[in-house]
């Protein structure tokens, strides 16, 4: 097995993605909006703290070169945390993020 298989396949590895998991959710409820910043992070960031996500956030977790094992499983992973907070601001901020 190589260290990308080794790390997505690990149940504690911030690599790995649940087949629950998808793009589409919305994890914390009520969405971020002007008003609700600090109530809204703190939710969102114990949520990512339990799906072992919080370090693509806080920058533990750097992007490897594009030619290291993990790269892909990276991007896949800091993909789907930016899909999640995409998914939980209001559409309003939905429209300045993307």
């Known amino acids: 097995m190589n260290?990308?298989?080794d790390q997505s396949l690990n149940v504690h590895s911030s690599y790995y993605l649940h087949?629950?998991?998808s793009s589409a959710i919305t994890l914390v409820s009520p969405f971020l909006d002007p008003?609700?910043?600090n109530p809204w992070s703190r939710s969102m960031l114990t949520t990512l703290s339990a799906?072992?996500?919080v370090e693509f956030v806080?920058?533990?977790i750097s992007q490897p070169v594009i030619t290291h094992p993990l790269?892909?499983?990276?991007?896949r992973c800091n993909n789907m945390v930016i899909s999640w907070i995409v998914h939980s601001v209001s559409s309003f901020i939905h429209q300045s993020l993307l």
Do not use: L
């Not at 790269?71 to 991007?75: C, F, R």
């Open 58 to 60: 806080d920058g533990t």
């Open 19 to 21: 087949p629950s998991e």
């Open 51 to 53: 799906n072992n996500k």
């Open 71 to 75: 790269h892909s499983a990276w991007k």
């Open 3 to 5: 260290t990308e298989t």
């Open 35 to 37: 008003t609700n910043y």
